[in-house]
């Protein structure tokens, strides 16, 4: 997300969570998952994930809901962080994952709920869903800190593509269900 929205200096947190709840809202729209943990009546921490699909979403009327919204977003970040989104969209089309599969497109927590195992939770209860779904052949996920790539391997994810975007990196992962 660092990456999309660059260099914001005191206005980064406004422009993330704009970010954040575009990618949350097309879960929403595109009838996908978002899941989270809730700790004295707060969110401790959310996933969003796209739910396996051997085709695109279709929109009844042929028109994406999203459009307004994702004008905005994009209008506000500026044609450089459009610029970046799209880079880091090529750069990662080169990674192959199985079909059909879940993804998990972020997971977060906050910072004063970290270290309670909740990521922990999310991604069990991820995995368990994808072993349940009679088409599912596993999760994949993606990250560009490099601190998390001995993370996810730690929870059965194997590389399956390193690309560098600009002056970032970025590692894909792929977890397949138990067989």
């Known amino acids: 997300m660092r990456f999309v929205v660059g260099e914001a200096g005191d206005d980064y947190p406004r422009r993330l969570r704009h970010l954040v709840s575009f990618f949350t809202e097309a879960r929403f729209a595109r009838q996908d998952l ?3 943990v809730v700790k004295d009546e707060r969110m401790a921490a959310v996933a969003n994930i796209n739910l396996p699909r051997e085709r695109s979403v279709e929109f009844p009327d042929g028109r994406d809901p999203l459009e ?8 506000d970040l500026g044609p450089d962080a459009r610029d970046r989104y799209e880079a880091y969209g090529e750069a990662t089309a080169h990674c192959v994952f199985p079909e059909p599969h879940y993804h998990l497109g972020m997971i977060g927590v906050r910072r004063d709920s970290a270290g309670g195992g909740h990521a922990r939770r999310l991604l069990d209860h991820l995995h368990s869903l994808s072993a ?12 560009e800190n490099p601190r998390n790539v001995s993370l996810y391997e730690h929870f059965g994810y194997s590389i399956v593509g390193h690309e560098r975007v600009r002056e970032m990196e970025t590692w894909g992962f792929f977890r397949a269900d138990p067989s």
């Open 34 to 36: 978002v899941l989270a």
């Open 68 to 75: 307004p919204h994702r004008q905005r977003v994009w209008n």
């Open 132 to 143: 349940a779904h009679p088409r599912s052949c596993g999760v994949s996920l993606a990250t």
